[in-house]
């Protein structure tokens, strides 16, 4: 008796649901059709019974690539010559670096040869963190907001006060008055 009673809710509940879940695809009257057009061609539907523009499923790949690719072994000997290919990019790739890499040791004997301190100059290696004397007066006589980014920008690495290229301005504008924090070397 009680299932009964439950089961027009039961129906009631499903035939709305069901409604709510049909609505969201109806197409509207009033569409532009070059929207239409460029929804269609950025998201392809996914029936299957069709070929879509943008190459997600085609009913003759196997065939295409038959008639392309007429065997195992001249497939094999395509994917082999890629791989030489792609082998020789490398091996020339690796050997400019090489020779790059022996010119500067090449100059760094020169310099090395002429003036050592130069030399013992330019192979130095510089601890980050580290501050001369100048530098940690000038941290002292700064504000909070700028020996923040005293601090965060390290010696030698890409500046982080630097802003990333965009397409368009910003909203607040070009900032006149902004100014480059002093740092002595």
Known sequence: MSTSLLTPKRLLVSSTFHSQIRCYARKESGMDPKKETIRRSLYPSN???????????????????????????AHDTIERAWLLYKRHIRKRREAETERKFECMRKAMDELAGIDSHLYMEANKPENPRARSPEEANLLKTMKASEARAFDARVRGLFPRELRVPTDTPSRAGWKYDWKPFYRPL
């Open 47 to 73: 029936i299957r019974n069709k070929a879509t523009p943008t190459g997600t499923w085609r009913p003759d790949v196997e065939k295409a690539l038959q008639h392309a690719i007429p065997s195992v072994q």
